[in-house]
């Protein structure tokens, strides 16, 4: 009896081209020689009879049999990565691979307690952590999970919302003694303060104010602003720059060594949210699935 799919290693070869560019470039990324690669499409177009590749110098285009043949083939090969991510550590230990992407605030603050747990409880498991202030693209950028900051769009992804993280407006006492203490925000408008901004779309994120029943939203007026860091504003701050907002997990250390004051108490109230995003259970190995609980509280 033949094998029906001893081609597997020719789709790989002829997908890893697409992937990367060119034969060279995927015989890199597969270990092999540019000459390999070649011997591998031809045999593929061979047995389907007809011309996946349009062969030039420097890049190898698609056919239209080419462009419809690579989209069933990486159908296919997701269909057996995601027979591997349901049975792995199904028996014994958790193994495996797990990649997740936060933002610079839950990266530094929340997440290292979190990941020491997870690693001392699954050795086996290799973490990958991306820390950027940018929202990734889950699939087109291969990550398992991700933590995002605000209000969430609905993008077919699954979403558990980690905390409602509480505000507060902070400054040094250097800053304090040389500008004033504000008592409200028409005099905070007059005070030196330090924006953030937001990386998707360029604006400056507004600070979020509770007075009474009543909730501001507050556009703070500035001569120094933030990009990229957030974390940049409470450095700037704790130095005697201005005043910025930030969450209370991020300051409260350093409110309880005095190296920054927390102004306008009777504003607090506001949060913003944190949640945790990855695709469908379908898609999740038994190690995502694990630092999922571990996040969210349930292990």
């Not at 860091?229 to 997990?249: K, M, N, P």
């Not at 945790?276 to 509280?297: E, F, K, Q, V």
Request: net charge neutral.
């Amino acid at each position: 009896m033949s094998r029906r799919f001893d081609h597997l290693g020719d789709v790989e070869a002829f997908i890893a081209v697409i992937e990367h560019g060119s034969l060279t470039a995927a015989a890199v990324a597969l270990a092999t020689t540019p000459s390999v690669i070649s011997r591998a499409i031809v045999r593929l177009e061979t047995r389907l009879g007809t011309q996946l590749l349009r062969r030039t110098t420097r890049r190898q285009g698609l056919t239209e049999a080419g462009r419809l043949y690579q989209e069933h083939a990486r159908a296919a090969f997701a269909l057996i990565d995601d027979a591997e991510r349901a049975i792995q550590g199904q028996d014994g230990e958790l193994s495996g691979r797990v990649r997740l992407s936060v933002p610079t605030t839950y990266g530094h603050y929340r997440l290292p307690a979190v990941l020491q747990r997870y690693l001392q409880r699954y050795p086996g498991v290799q973490v990958e952590l991306n820390i950027a202030n940018r929202n990734v693209d889950l699939v087109a950028e291969g990550f398992d999970l991700a933590i995002r900051l605000g209000a969430l769009p609905d993008s077919g992804l699954v979403a558990r919302k980690l905390e409602d993280a509480s505000l507060c407006v902070v400054a040094s006492p250097a800053y304090l003694e040389r500008a004033g203490l504000p008592r409200d925000l028409d005099d905070l408008s007059k005070h030196a303060c330090l924006p953030f901004e937001m990386p998707s779309t360029g604006r400056i994120a507004n600070w979020l104010f509770r007075d009474g029943e009543r909730d501001i939203d507050w556009a703070p007026p500035s001569t120094l602003r933030v990009s990229e860091d957030v974390l940049g504003v409470v450095s700037l701050a704790e130095h005697g720059a201005g005043i910025c907002q930030s969450y209370d997990f991020i300051v409260e250390e350093r409110l309880r060594r005095g190296v920054l004051v927390e102004l306008l108490p009777q504003l607090r109230g506001r949060s913003r949210p944190f949640s945790l995003i990855y695709a469908p259970h379908r898609r999740l190995s038994a190690a995502s699935r694990a630092l999922i609980d571990m996040l969210t509280g349930e292990a």
